[in-house]
């Protein structure tokens, strides 16, 4: 069975306690888009783990961990994660690269902060990871695919091709130190050392993986808000993060996704620029910024304080409908039980107009929160197993936006550890 993991909303979401937690009873965990750009926190019994790039599953003896063909694949910065572990006392995952998936170079990065800079206050935020220009080159068919590594003469040829496109942009738009085609031939040589005891056809082996019933984990970044089509463009992240495209980053039929677990927040957080319409400033914003996530809301990746609102129910339901969800986790319900009221964004006012569904960018950059309020629990939560032992109001509080998403909530996280966890029975 293949389980889609992925969020509703701006990312940050809780996906990878979720999928660590889910890994437990699979075989096979993938991560299918995105790349170092964002991270999963995990706390298990081996410690606090912030992972970038490595599937969330890594942590167990009996899975396998696969970067699909979709992701942007950082090999140095792979080989530096699966050491950080080792020497952290993890047993050594077993990782398959895809032989497809797509080779994330030093001047992506490079480009990346290069264009931010260019920007200034108009950039997009950007983790400065080389994604956007990782991405773009894909789809300029000027990337490198792993399985090229191992044909030295597209390399060569290729490596001296890549340099006269990249160095007129670096001397005419970015006055900066241009690239050598030896140079860049010498890293992908090294690239090819390193990534080759991982290299595998990634897409025949899930058919037979799929062929012997085993379980399967799709494991998404970020959220149905940052996808470049159907999230608030352009303030969107390069690759698409719907359950959807799990098929294409993994390499399997659309048809064996049969589980889309989409994470929603019980508050929305958000890193990055773009619109935000529930978001809270001044105090308010502070405390639950403070209180948030486990130790406060800074992005995993960057360190950077995440922006933090009241829950948002037309984008969350927005996000869940998206992804096609069929069952959903809602995570850090905890961290509500200091309020004596619960603001939930229920409607957006768009030129005067309340409306549920949620808009495109243009409009959304106008849209204004209709807020309902909730009352709140006013104790901690943390420890409890039983959803009956929840307060009432918690339970309403969950009901209420179980109603409002239109998806059923399945499994409620109250705490970032693994055991912190609540599972539901929805008829
Ligand atoms: P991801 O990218 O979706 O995996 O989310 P992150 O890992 O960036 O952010 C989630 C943060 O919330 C991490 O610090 C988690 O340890 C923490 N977390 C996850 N679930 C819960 C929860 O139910 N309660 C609390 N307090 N923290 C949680």
């Known amino acids: 069975m293949v389980r889609a993991i992925v969020g509703a909303n701006w990312g940050d979401e809780g996906k990878g306690k979720i999928t660590d937690m889910l890994a437990k009873e699979s075989d096979i965990i993938i991560r299918f888009q995105g790349g170092s750009n964002a991270g999963h926190t995990i706390v298990n019994d081996y410690g606090k783990f912030a992972l970038h790039l490595l599937p969330s599953g890594v942590f167990y003896g009996h899975t396998t961990s696969i970067i699909g063909n979709g992701v942007a694949l950082n090999i140095p910065y792979l080989v530096n994660e699966i050491k950080a572990l080792t020497d952290r006392g993890v047993p050594k995952p077993k990782i398959l690269v895809s032989d497809r998936a797509q080779i994330l170079m030093p001047y992506h990065v490079l480009f990346d902060a290069y264009e931010e800079e260019r920007l200034g206050n108009k950039s997009f935020g950007s983790t400065k990871s080389g994604i956007a ?145 529930s978001e809270l400033s001044g105090e308010e914003g502070d405390e639950l910024r403070r209180r948030g996530g486990d130790g406060g809301e800074f992005g995993a990746t960057t360190g950077r304080p995440r922006r933090v609102g009241w829950f948002d129910a037309v984008a969350s339901r927005y996000g869940c409908r998206i992804q096609g969800t069929t069952e959903v986790a809602l995570t850090v319900l905890d961290v509500l039980g200091y309020l004596d009221q619960i603001p939930v964004c229920t409607g957006y006012e768009i030129d005067g107009v309340v409306t549920r569904d949620f808009p495109n960018t243009v409009k959304l950059e106008r849209a204004k929160p209709v807020l309902t309020r909730l009352p709140g629990w006013k104790c901690d939560i943390r420890g409890i197993k039983k959803y009956e032992d929840l307060p009432g109001a918690c339970r309403d509080y969950i009901e209420f936006i179980e109603k409002e998403i239109g998806c059923p909530i399945t499994m409620v996280s109250n705490g970032p550890g693994r055991q912190d966890i609540i599972y539901r029975n929805v008829k």
Do not use: W
């Open 133 to 277: 220009p990782f991405y773009s080159d894909k789809y300029a068919k000027i990337g490198f695919q792993v399985s090229e590594l191992f044909d030295d003469d597209t390399l060569r040829e290729k490596s001296v091709r890549v340099c006269e496109l990249k160095n007129v942009l670096l001397k005419h738009l970015y006055h900066k130190p241009l690239l050598d085609p030896d140079e860049l031939y010498r890293t992908l040589q090294e690239y090819r050392d390193m990534v080759k005891p991982y290299v595998c056809d990634v897409s025949a082996y899930l058919y037979e993986a799929i062929r012997e019933g085993k379980n399967i984990l799709l494991e998404g970044q970020l959220g149905s808000l940052k996808d470049p089509d159907h999230g608030i463009y352009p303030m969107v992240t390069s690759s698409s993060t719907l359950a959807a495209y799990g098929a294409v980053g993994a390499g399997i039929p659309p048809y064996e996704i049969k589980n889309i677990t989409t994470v929603v927040k019980a508050y929305s957080s958000s890193v990055g620029a773009g619109a935000f319409v």
